[in-house]
């Protein structure tokens, strides 16, 4: 069994969680491949399918979207997962759904989507994205949470190897 394990990220946070999640996966025995969203134009060839993606504007970003929107019909014959990353501060906001998602659960016939904490690092932003955090007054940090990010990933383990 070989799993796919894709994201979509801007500035590199939400692609360190997808390595979590294949790393968990991996120990438990399973083939697996982690690949940006960008860099997948296919999901034949896989068993299951874990797609996630960073949230700016409400919204998955583009290639997380286009896969799921691409492949809807051959994503709906597999066990797929998805998860979203964005939500900041403590407690992580906002904490609403990104706009897309309940249409990419329909789209993907999703088992089930989870949200994780992300991570803002004013460093890595470009001019307009500094301005938009600094409107928002969002809260600079690293607010993963590796232990909800490592159980859901073994969660899914189980789902498979049961
Ligand atoms: C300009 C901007 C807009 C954002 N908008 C949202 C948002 O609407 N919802 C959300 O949950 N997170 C939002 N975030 C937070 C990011 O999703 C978070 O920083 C995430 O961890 C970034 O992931 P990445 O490093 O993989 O791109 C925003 C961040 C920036 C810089």
Redesign the pocket.
């Known amino acids: 069994m070989t799993i796919l394990v894709s ?11 997808a390595e979590a999640i294949g790393r968990v996966l991996r120990d438990r025995g399973l083939a697996v491949d982690v690949r940006p969203a960008e860099n997948v134009t296919m999901v034949e060839g896989y068993d299951a399918v874990v797609l996630g993606s ?6 998955w ?1 583009e290639p997380a979207r286009r896969l799921a929107h691409n492949e809807a019909t051959a994503l709906a014959m597999r066990p797929v997962w998805l998860f ?5 501060g403590d407690p ?3 904490d609403e759904d ?1 706009v897309d998602v309940a249409a990419l659960i329909e789209g993907t016939g999703a088992r089930e989507h989870r ?1 994780f ?5 004013k460093h ?2 470009g001019f ?3 301005a ?2 600094l409107a ?1 007054r ?1 809260p600079e940090g690293d607010f ?1 949470d590796w232990a909800a990010v490592e159980a859901w990933a073994a969660d899914i383990a189980d789902t498979l190897q049961n």
């Open positions: 994201a979509a990220s801007k500035h590199g946070a939400t692609a360190e969680i960073a949230v700016y504007a409400g919204h970003l979203s990353s964005g939500p900041i992580p906001k906002p990104p949200v904490a992300g991570r803002l690092d890595l932003l307009a994205e500094k938009v955090v928002l969002a993963r």
